[in-house]
């Protein structure tokens, strides 16, 4: 098992996006203090907590070598807070860390607040880009704008940060396959260390999913591009990107080489991690739990000394197995296997031969990786899988 994540949710933001399908909510500036207080008190009083829920804790979780710090829009808070929180993470784990992720939001970078967020130990910033097209980010209900992007940037540089990741949605509503091709390139030209794409998610989670379930013109729900027209983006992207000298690593994620994102490969891994704040997900190899979402009910619990978690779930053999499966085959490294097949004491023989015959996967030696042209529609490949 390799070294612990920690993962903080930020669930708050300055406006909602019509696409957005996450637990964050649009609160008064007032209430970011306390939440943060109560994520201080949720971590150094974890032991206590997490017994309290029945969690238990294998031996060597409390060396700590990345830490996320995610959302919502956490670049919001008061540099202050983030610096006392990752000074509470400090004191209560054993930390060498070699990434520490900040996301933000191209309008709230200011040089003063990036010196301060070096100055407490962030040294990564994931940066909520989206789209380079302005239309594109007016219809998606985003704040900023093409130009605070390049305003951002500068700043981020001056202060240190020498490992930037850009997120691009593909799929946006009155996205073409022009305008994709130019985020693509102005991200590219930015040269950030590492690029997210993101697929469009259309479901009841969000105004706009919901809209276009209900057949609705709201929120540009008639604008949205097609599904061919987003898995012909997701190609032009995995084209424009390799020529720029960015790897893939995983379904969704790209870098030059050495800046593949340590905390997310800890997800497709199956490290352990730890998540604190509402809604916040963890793992420890044995158990995955989460955190209630209400931001609200999240510090009432905390504040009265209760642990804040809602579920609690043992990682059964099978429900492991099936993990390694669709967690692993996200990485275009593959899996290993004769390892899974050691471990858990399986034969994969039929399997990995009925995938490899329908041309989704592909083998060589022990390792098994998803088929090239099938990463757009894992989920598909996944289901297979696990039948
Ligand atoms: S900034 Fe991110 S988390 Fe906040 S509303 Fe927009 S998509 Fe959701």
Known sequence: MGNCGIYVQV????????????????????????YIGAVQREISSRAALFESAGISMPFGIDSVDTVYIGGGTPSLLDPQLLANLLETIQKNFSCAWQEV????DPETIEPDKTTQWVAGGINRISFGSQSFVDEELKAAGRRHRREDIFRAVPILRNAGIHNISFDLIAGLPKQTRTSWWHSLSESIGLRPEHISIYMMEIDEGSRLGLEVLQGGARYNARDLPSEEAMADFYELAQAELASAGYEQYEISNWALPGY?????????????YLGFGAGAHSFSGSQRWANLHDAAKYVAAISEGKAAIESVEPVTPESALEEEFFLGLRQLAGIDLARIERQYGVNLKDKVERLKSNGMVERYGDILRLAPAKLSISNEVFVELLR
Do not use: I, M
């Open 11 to 34: 669930p708050f933001c300055q406006t909602k996006c019509t696409y957005c399908n996450f637990h964050t909510g649009v609160v008064s500036e007032g209430r970011f203090a306390p």
């Open 101 to 104: 992720t900040l996301e933000a």
């Open 260 to 272: 593949a994102s340590k905390h997310n490969l800890k997800y497709w891994r199956r490290d352990p």
